[in-house]
T-cell receptor
Framework: AQTVTQSQPEMSVQEAETVTLSCTYD???????LFWYKQPPSRQMILVIRQEAYKQQNATENRFSVNFQKAAKSFSLKISDSQLGDAAMYFCASNAGGTSYGKLTFGQGTILTVHP | SQTIHQWPATLVQPVGSPLSLECTVEGTSNPNLYWYRQAAGRGLQLLFYSVGIGQISSEVPQNLSASRPQDRQFILSSKKLLLSDSGFYLCAWGDWNTGELFFGEGSRLTVL
């Protein structure tokens, strides 16, 4: 079984500043993926970034990057140059590879507020 | 490109009434489909998934059921709703190549 823990229920950041959201996970799988999803007030879940566990290089998508520490089972999300549109709830999630690829385990979420 | 739609977007139902939420996917064939539920202020929990027509797997025991009558249609149902069924329901399809889930707009269910 997999577990995902987000220890920060809420975070805030000033516009144009950088913020890091924390996530730890536990899994017995050797092949798995990690994700950060964003859920804005419209409620539709949108993928922010994904990381394959076998890749040592941290994933980056424009202003979003991760710090993947496989031994520590840590997967934090860094948002650089924060924008008002980044305000949302962010979910960390993991899945097992193979035929279980769509069965995601989600953390409880972190509400991010961006101040102008 | 692939799109996924859910309806209704909002539903208010009395306890004991039936439920039917629908989800359809366009632009892909034989997708793996998923129903997740998000309780207020909490993360998502996988309820059901389907790898093909008529094939349903349940992840948690509950008052709900799912069906897949067509390749790109996934339905969530209940014969008698409970208060605890209230929540935000999300349908998703999975991309085998990337492991990513693509979510619909969601359906908010309030049981009174």
């Amino acid at each position: 079984a997999q577990t995902v823990t987000q220890s920060q229920p809420e975070m805030s950041v000033q516009e144009a500043e950088t913020v890091t959201l924390s996530c730890t996970y536990d899994t017995s799988e050797s092949d798995y993926y990690l994700f950060w999803y964003k859920q804005p007030p419209s409620r539709q879940m949108i993928l922010v970034i994904r990381q394959e566990a076998y890749k040592q290089q941290n994933a980056t998508e424009n202003r979003f990057s991760v710090n993947f520490q496989k031994a520590a089972k840590s997967f934090s999300l860094k948002i650089s140059d924060s924008q008002l549109g980044d305000a949302a709830m962010y979910f960390c999630a993991s899945n097992a590879g193979g035929t279980s690829y769509g069965k995601l385990t989600f953390g409880q979420g972190t509400i991010l507020t961006v101040h102008p | 490109s692939q799109t996924i739609h859910q309806w209704p977007a909002t539903l208010v139902q009395p306890v004991g009434s039936p439920l039917s939420l629908e989800c359809t996917v366009e632009g892909t064939s034989n997708p793996n489909l998923y129903w997740y539920r998000q309780a207020a202020g909490r993360g998502l929990q996988l309820l059901f998934y389907s790898v093909g027509i008529g094939q349903i797997s349940s992840e948690v025991p509950q008052n709900l059921s799912a069906s897949r009558p067509q390749d790109r249609q996934f339905i969530l149902s209940s014969k008698k709703l409970l208060l605890s069924d209230s929540g935000f329901y999300l349908c998703a399809w999975g991309d085998w190549n990337t492991g990513e889930l693509f979510f619909g707009e969601g359906s908010r269910l309030t049981v009174l």
